[in-house]
């Protein structure tokens, strides 16, 4: 993937003692993305924005709300819903881009 215009935090998003890093990034139209690495292991995280995890290299687990346990292997994608709270069991190494989607009311 190639981004064009944006800026990207310097400072890490660190979760879980560092199971979970990533970047920032804002795009000229005010969109966000994070690029990350997580670590084997089980987390719980949640998101107020609609988002779409892009795996691009690993495997996990992932349980929305209301759902069972669903594998993702790269390549693939995971939508999540906004104002969710999810787990993850990641099985291997993943790197990924979250994709952050801003819902409008009009």
């Not at 690495?37 to 995280?45: D, F, K, N, S, V």
């Not at 892009?54 to 790269?74: C, F, K, Q, R, T």
């Not at 104002?83 to 801003?102: A, Q, R």
């Amino acid at each position: 993937m190639d981004f064009g215009n944006v800026s990207i935090a310097k400072q890490a998003n660190i979760l879980y003692d560092g199971n979970i890093t990533s970047r920032s990034i804002t795009f000229g139209d005010g969109s966000k993305k994070t690029l990350g690495i997580m670590l084997p292991g089980e987390y719980e995280l949640n998101t107020v924005n609609k988002a779409v995890i892009d795996i691009n290299s690993g495997s996990l687990e992932v349980m929305l709300p209301a759902e069972d346990w669903v594998e993702y292997v790269a390549p693939a994608s995971v939508k999540i819903a906004q104002n969710s709270k999810y787990k993850l069991k990641v099985t291997s190494l993943v790197d990924y881009c979250c994709s952050f989607i801003k819902v409008t009311y009009k």
